[in-house]
């Protein structure tokens, strides 16, 4: 069974920097695409960034050139460096993966890109 799970969340000040580990049971890193998510109380849950089995990265605008996605192959972990966090980044972030490469343009942020889930890890951002 492919378990993605979600770790490294927690509370920081704004401007501050996160690192969330994701380690999946059941899977390669290597395989298909790799991406987090993010989801606020009432909203859709949406794409931050993702990574093919290539190592090809694709990030939303809003956390271009402030978060870094990466995986290793050796301690099979998806990561997601956070840094210079804002409060607008505060939500349950996901992990997720799928067998396919990621979807070009903006196809890779949708949920139904993906068939595994992880149960996710909070971030606030203080003000």
């Known amino acids: 069974q492919v378990q993605p799970v979600e770790s490294g969340g927690g509370s920081v000040q704004a401007g501050g920097s996160l690192r969330l580990s994701c380690q999946i049971f059941g899977y390669s890193v290597n395989m298909g695409c790799m991406a987090w998510f993010r989801q606020l109380p009432g909203n859709e849950r949406e794409g931050v960034a993702a990574?093919?089995?290539?190592?090809?990265?694709f990030y939303v605008d809003s956390v271009k050139g402030r978060f870094t996605i990466s995986k290793d192959s050796g301690e099979n972990h998806l990561y997601l460096q956070m840094a210079t966090l804002q409060p607008e980044d505060t939500a349950m972030y996901y992990c997720?993966?799928?067998?396919?490469?990621?979807?070009?343009?903006?196809?890779?942020?949708?949920?139904?890109?993906?068939?595994?889930w992880g149960r996710g890890t909070q971030v606030t951002v203080a003000t």
């Open positions: 997720a993966a799928d067998h396919r490469e990621c979807f070009p343009g903006i196809l890779w942020r949708v949920v139904g890109s993906f068939v595994f």
């Open positions: 990574i093919d089995s290539d190592g090809t990265t």
